[in-house]
Nanobody, 118 residues
Framework: QVQLVESGGGLVQPGGSLRLSCAVS????????MGWYRQAPGKQRELVAR????????QYADSVKGRFTISGDNAKNTVYLQMNSLKPEDTADYYC???????????WGQGTQVTVSS
């Protein structure tokens, strides 16, 4: 079983930065990829960024390319999302995700709120 706990959300002004962290506990050896998703009020949850655990290939939503960076620290079992040049439209609940594709198991954290406002 895999547990995910996000942290690092908060209120930030437009143009500011935040770094989200996702601490992973449990067995990681079956996890193929980790990701960050977000869900704004009244909208569907969407992929923000994703990183494979083997090779570290990354994928980003067009709306965050060049502003957000996903990375992982295997020693700390933690995945990060560095968010720069934040915009009001980045306001959402952000969720960490882990995919075990072989067993079709998808794990989610509880989410952390990010609000971009002046």
């Amino acid at each position: 079983q895999v547990q995910l706990v996000e942290s690092g959300g908060g209120l930030v002004q437009p143009g500011g930065s935040l770094r989200l962290s996702c601490a992973v506990s449990g067995s990681m050896f079956r996890i193929d990829a980790m990701g960050w998703y977000r869900q704004a009020p009244g909208k569907q949850r969407e992929l923000v960024a994703r990183i494979t655990t083997s090779g570290g290939s990354t994928q980003y939503a067009d709306s965050v390319k060049g502003r957000f960076t996903i990375s992982g620290d295997n020693a700390k079992n933690t995945v990060y999302l560095q968010m720069n040049s934040l915009k009001p439209e980045d306001t959402a609940d952000y969720y960490c995700n882990a995919d075990d594709l072989s067993n079709l198991r998808f794990y989610w954290g509880q989410g952390t709120q990010v609000t971009v406002s002046s």
